[in-house]
C-alpha cells in the first residue's frame, strides 16, 4: 500500500545545531507539504513543493528550508534549531485524480533544548 | 487571504449522544474546497471527508455527517451516537483555487466522549 513516513519520529536537539527532518511518499504525489502544529494554532504550513525542483514558502517558513530532488522525499531542514521551533511537524502529500486531499504522515515530535 | 474558525474549544459528552462541530470559513474565492481531519490520542491526521463549493448536498456517512451551507460560510460536522473513540481533534480546514492545494486549518476542536 501507498504511504508516506516521516523520520525520525521524535528528536531531542540543542539550540544552534542543524536539524533535517525527512519524509517519503510512495503515492507518486507531485505535491508535497510541511505543516507544524502547535497548541491554539492547527497546523500552519511551513513549505511546500509542486514538482522536482520547485520548492515555496509557505506562512512561517523562516528558519526553514526544503529541497526536491525526486519526487518522493521533500526533507525540512532547520538551520539553526531555536526553542520556538520546538513542534510537532507533519509532512503531507497530494496528487493523482483527487489533487486537493492532502494525506499526512504520522508526525515528527521535534524539541529544541 | 483563506480564514477557518472553529469557535468551540473542547465539546465533551457523554457515549451515545450527538456531537456537532462548528466550521466558518471565510475566502474571495468562488471556488474552493473544504475538509475535516480527524486527530486521534496516537497523533495521526485522519482524512475524513473533503466537500467542494459547487455541491452544497449534504452527506450522510454511518454516524458521521456533514452540514454545508454557502449562504452562512459553514461546514458543521455532526457524529451521531458518539462513542468513545470518538474522543478525537477534529480539524476544518480549506483550500482555494488561488492557493492551489495549500491547506488552512482551524484550530480544533476536541472531542472528549466519557463512557
Known amino acids: 500500500d501507498a504511504e508516506i513516513t516521516q523520520s525520525p519520529r521524535h528528536k531531542i536537539t540543542e539550540t544552534g545545531r542543524q536539524v533535517t527532518l525527512a519524509c517519503h511518499q510512495t503515492w507518486n504525489h507531485n505535491n508535497m507539504f510541511w505543516y507544524r502544529q502547535d497548541l491554539g494554532h492547527g497546523l500552519r504550513l511551513i513549505h511546500y513543493s509542486y514538482g522536482v525542483q520547485d520548492t515555496n514558502k509557505g506562512e512561517v517558513s523562516d528558519g526553514y528550508s526544503v529541497s526536491r530532488s525526486n519526487t518522493e522525499d521533500l526533507p525540512l531542514t532547520l538551520e539553526s534549531a531555536a526553542s520556538s521551533q520546538t513542534s510537532v511537524y507533519f509532512c503531507?502529500?497530494?496528487?493523482?485524480?483527487?489533487?486537493?486531499?492532502?494525506?499526512f504522515g504520522p508526525g515528527t515530535r521535534l524539541t529544541v533544548l | 487571504a483563506q480564514k477557518v474558525t472553529q469557535a468551540q474549544t473542547e465539546i465533551s459528552v457523554v457515549e451515545k449522544e450527538d456531537v456537532t462541530l462548528d466550521c466558518v470559513y471565510e475566502?474571495?474565492?468562488?471556488?474552493?474546497?473544504l475538509f475535516w481531519y480527524k486527530q486521534p490520542p496516537s497523533g495521526e491526521l485522519v482524512f475524513l471527508i473533503r466537500r467542494n463549493s459547487f455541491d452544497e448536498q449534504n452527506e450522510i456517512s454511518g454516524r458521521y455527517s456533514w452540514n454545508f451551507q454557502k449562504s452562512t460560510s459553514s461546514f458543521n460536522f455532526t457524529i451521531t451516537a458518539s462513542q468513545v473513540v470518538d474522543s478525537a481533534v477534529y480539524f476544518c480546514?480549506?483550500?482555494?483555487?488561488?492557493?492551489?492545494?495549500?491547506?488552512?486549518f482551524g484550530a480544533g476542536t476536541q472531542v472528549v466522549v466519557t463512557p
Open positions: 503531507a502529500s497530494s496528487g493523482g485524480s483527487d489533487g486537493y486531499t492532502q494525506y
Open positions: 475566502t474571495r474565492d468562488t471556488t474552493y474546497y
Open positions: 480546514a480549506l483550500s482555494a483555487t488561488d492557493s492551489w492545494g495549500k491547506l488552512q
